[in-house]
């Protein structure tokens, strides 16, 4: 059962993360910039391209204990590690000092950065999703700690935490 018959929360999510992704991105660009990209809808176009491809990856996920619950966790790893910024989605942009690539900030070299950076943000959610489905389930702090590999109580592990479980309330069905 996809999000959209079941947990149903796919337009609140995408909503949620656009306002976060917007006020990420007017930090790291001039306020005339961010301000024309909220204003013609290009964050929040971002941000439903993204979270339909980590829907889509978590669906296809095969021999994984991930489900669309873990959707909140994916979104927000994407939003902090890439601000969802279309040059970093393009590999225009890198971290990790030119190491990390893509939308989820995946260390590639090789064969495997050339898919990433070509298949753009399908290609780059399923990364996430193979990289996510190797890390401890016990909750999301431990995932989202190994997925950084940082130690759960590290800062950069707490705000990525914070913003899935925020993410995830703001997506949860009203009463």
């Not at 000092?97 to 090789?110: F, I, N, P, S």
């Not at 070509?118 to 389930?137: I, K, M, T, Y």
Request: aromatic residues 2%; glycine residues 8%.
């Amino acid at each position: 059962m996809g999000m959209r018959d079941g947990w149903g929360a796919l337009p609140a999510l995408t909503l949620a993360t656009g306002m976060v992704a917007g006020t990420a991105v007017a930090d790291d660009v001039s306020p005339m910039a961010a301000s024309a990209a909220r204003a013609t809808g290009v964050v929040e176009a971002r941000a439903a391209d993204v979270v339909r491809a980590a829907e889509r990856a978590l669906a296809d996920a095969k021999r994984t204990d991930l489900t669309e619950r873990d959707l909140p966790v994916l979104v927000a790893l994407a939003v902090r590690e890439s601000h969802l910024r279309a040059e970093v989605e393009r590999c225009e942009v890198t971290g990790d000092g030119g190491r990390a690539v893509g939308l989820w900030q995946e260390h590639a070299v090789g064969p495997r950065r050339e898919r990433l950076c070509r298949g753009g943000v399908d290609a780059q959610a399923r990364e996430a999703v193979r990289h996510l489905a190797l890390c401890p389930s016990q909750s999301w702090a431990a995932r989202i700690a190994c997925y950084a590999g940082r130690k759960e109580d590290h800062p950069i592990v707490r705000a990525r935490v914070e913003l899935a479980e925020c993410l995830a309330r703001a997506a949860e069905p009203r009463k």
